[in-house]
């Protein structure tokens, strides 16, 4: 018999699956206040919220001294050590059947853990359920990714060294997850290769709501420096292909669509393709509208580079066109490097 939640899921009960929730801090700054406070106003209440504070010099912790009375909240300090050995420490504290991620600047939607954690009660082979999320810009949401993944849809993906959905937004099951782990060798794609790992053994899904937000910050090292990123996403699939006993010609799979993407988009690690694909699950739920306004959010993003028209131009174009055009493009924009 499959197990049900509790029709009031939203509080505290015995009955009621605990789920941690892992936030790793490194000096947030303003930002891990909203974080913090998006977990604990979640409408699923049985929560075991882990934070690490991976050496953090920005005195971000006495922002949220207030929220730590929440009997959820343990608090462990290290030396900086990076996100993936704060990640796995984070999974060795966890006390959870199931757990979540919430970066440490992101904010995640009231009924983000409620939602995820229905859909693995209901389906116990699932090792993991990923969401649709918006970007965080400016405090205002852009780019709503809406699109739902079946189990197969995300094998496909897998087996094209791609995820499914943005790393962040996933609920794990850790019954299934337990001995995987992240990569410390990896800065800014152990996500990534996590994803992988889980999607080469266990089914998952995504679904088409999204529940949770990414800030965008220019600052950020993987878009200041798109050279050293694309040599430890190289490093990352040479290790995935050698894990799955298959060849790696060094070729990345979005390499040779470079040539058709401007400086700008470089440096941004192509943001304006999260746009794009939020434009197509807007169309093909006939948003209509919605589209148009994402395809405009993204040309102000740099109004005089044409590259970031292409959102609104695919917003625009009669259904058939659209597809023509995608078509004989074979765009493939692929959320596991724009995330």
């Not at 892992?22 to 891990?32: D, H, K, T």
């Not at 060795?92 to 853990?113: H, M, N, T």
Request: charged residues 30%; glycine residues 6%.
């Amino acid at each position: 018999m499959r197990k049900q939640l509790p029709n009031n899921a939203g509080d505290l009960d015995s009955r009621s699956p605990l789920v941690s929730v892992v936030i790793c801090v490194y000096n947030a700054g303003e930002y891990l206040r909203p974080s913090v406070s998006s977990i604990v106003k979640q409408t699923y209440r049985n929560l075991d919220i882990v934070i690490i504070d991976d050496g953090s010099a920005d005195g971000c912790l006495a922002t949220i001294t207030d929220l730590l009375d929440d009997r959820r909240i343990r608090v462990f300090r290290q030396e900086n050590a990076g996100r993936s050995v704060a990640l796995n420490r984070a999974l060795d504290l966890a006390r959870g059947e199931f757990y979540a991620i919430q970066d440490q600047d992101d904010i995640s939607d009231p009924g983000r853990i409620q939602k995820q954690l229905e859909v693995m009660v209901s389906r116990p082979e699932l090792a993991a359920v990923f969401c649709g999320y918006w970007l965080h810009m400016n405090e205002k949401r852009r780019a709503p990714l809406l699109a739902s993944k079946v189990e197969s849809e995300c094998r496909a993906d897998v087996d094209a060294f791609r995820t499914p959905a943005h790393d962040a937004t996933g609920l794990f099951r850790m019954s299934k997850v337990r001995d995987i782990r992240y990569d410390p060798s990896l800065r800014f794609t152990q996500g990534v290769d996590y994803i992988l790992q889980i999607g080469e053994s266990h089914p998952m899904l995504v679904l088409g709501e999204s529940l949770y937000g990414s800030r965008m910050d220019p600052s950020s090292l993987t878009r200041s420096d798109p050279d050293r990123r694309e040599r430890e996403i190289a490093r990352m699939l040479e290790r995935v292909s050698e894990r799955r006993g298959q060849s790696f010609g060094g070729t990345l799979p979005h390499r040779r669509q470079r040539k058709y993407r401007s400086h700008n988009s470089l440096i941004d690690n192509d943001i304006a393709g999260v746009f794009v694909v939020s434009v197509l699950s807007q169309r093909k739920r006939r948003s209509r509208w919605g589209a148009v306004k994402t395809g405009l959010q993204c040309a102000r993003l740099h109004p005089f580079d044409p590259y970031y028209y292409k959102a609104l131009l695919y917003a625009l174009l009669p259904a058939r066109l659209l597809h023509f055009v995608r078509s004989a493009r074979s765009d493939g924009v692929r959320s596991a490097w724009a995330s």
